[in-house]
């Protein structure tokens, strides 16, 4: 049997080393702790798929929590049977005691690991489509106050309209405006364009 673990932060910024010490503690040997900083979306993960690979009937698999396995209630729920049923793994989740397929290997133990799995999976994705709704609102407040998303509008020159009179009367040419405004050209065509619509 070899022991194996697996780590999941959502973004490179996130901290992993609070899951790495609970590996620590569970004894996995450090070259067999799997490590990707990529959303629990899908299960089109670099590290998690070199995982799976080299999981043999028999092996040992700890995540700390169920999301950390994932996010996607149906994709959680399949990649239990491949690796419990179809490899034939134990899975630990070690802050979800009755999530340890190693006890109850009973119909009883099997049935409530499958329930618990289910809850627990299904609470996850509900939590991801909160967040998800929450930052949209969030957004929409944020427009109605009038706040502007993306790069601040690059200021002007005063005599911008002056400059654009010339460029538009073919006096200048448009990398020259653009210079002179101090802008890449592509933003003098935009300013243009709204100072002309007024």
């Not at 630990?92 to 009883?108: A, E, I």
């Not at 427009?143 to 601040?152: I, L, N, Q, T």
């Not at 009367?169 to 990398?175: H, Q």
């Amino acid at each position: 049997m070899t022991v194996y673990g697996y780590v999941r932060v959502s973004t490179v910024d996130q901290n992993e080393s609070r899951q790495l010490i609970a590996m620590q503690n569970a004894n996995v040997p450090p070259e067999n702790v799997f490590v990707d900083k990529q959303s629990g979306k899908d299960f089109e993960r670099p590290q998690y798929i070199e995982m799976v690979k080299r999981l043999r009937a028999g092996d040992l698999l700890y995540i700390l929590s169920i999301d950390r396995l994932g996010r996607n209630y149906e994709e959680i729920q399949n990649q239990w049977r491949v690796l419990t049923k179809e490899i034939g793994i134990d899975i630990c989740v070690l802050d979800m005691p009755l999530l340890d397929t190693r006890n109850g290997k009973d119909l009883m133990g099997t049935f409530i690991a499958d329930l618990v799995l289910q809850i627990l999976s299904f609470v996850s994705q509900s939590e991801r489509e909160n967040i998800r709704k929450r930052q949209a609102q969030g957004i929409a407040a944020a427009k109605a106050r009038g706040v502007r998303f993306g790069r601040p509008p690059v200021a002007m020159n005063s005599d911008f309209s002056e400059i654009a009179d010339k460029w538009r009367n073919k006096e200048i040419s448009t990398d020259k405006a653009a210079w002179l405004c101090g802008t890449s050209n592509a933003t003098f065509y935009r300013r243009c364009k709204e100072l002309w619509k007024q």
